[in-house]
């Protein structure tokens, strides 16, 4: 798996592991030291990128629909950071 950490200025750590299979999300883990509540959002928001098209784009999209369907709070970095952070991974050799 790819790895890779970004932190967001003046925000928290956000930390990503990705494989990649035929250009689609594989398999993904989202660590870091930001706030989410509810907490069980960050395991909807894996479920949802597992299939996803790996381009920033879409990844961010779909990070975005489960804050939204979930009513989630992201404290201290944003669906945009997450998927800069994913894009990060994926760049990274292993």
């Not at 949802?48 to 920033?56: C, I, K, S, Y």
């Amino acid at each position: 798996m790819h790895e890779a950490s970004y932190k967001v200025p003046g925000g928290k750590l956000v930390k990503a592991k990705v494989r990649v299979e035929a250009g689609k999300v594989a398999e993904i883990v989202i660590l870091g030291d930001f706030f989410m509540h509810p907490e069980e959002t960050l395991q909807k928001i894996e479920d949802a990128l597992r299939g996803t098209p790996a381009d920033e784009a879409s990844i961010e999209r779909v990070i975005s629909k489960s804050l939204t369907e979930s009513d989630a709070i992201i404290i201290g970095a944003t669906a945009k950071d997450i998927a800069k952070t994913i894009m990060l991974a994926l760049s990274s050799s292993d």
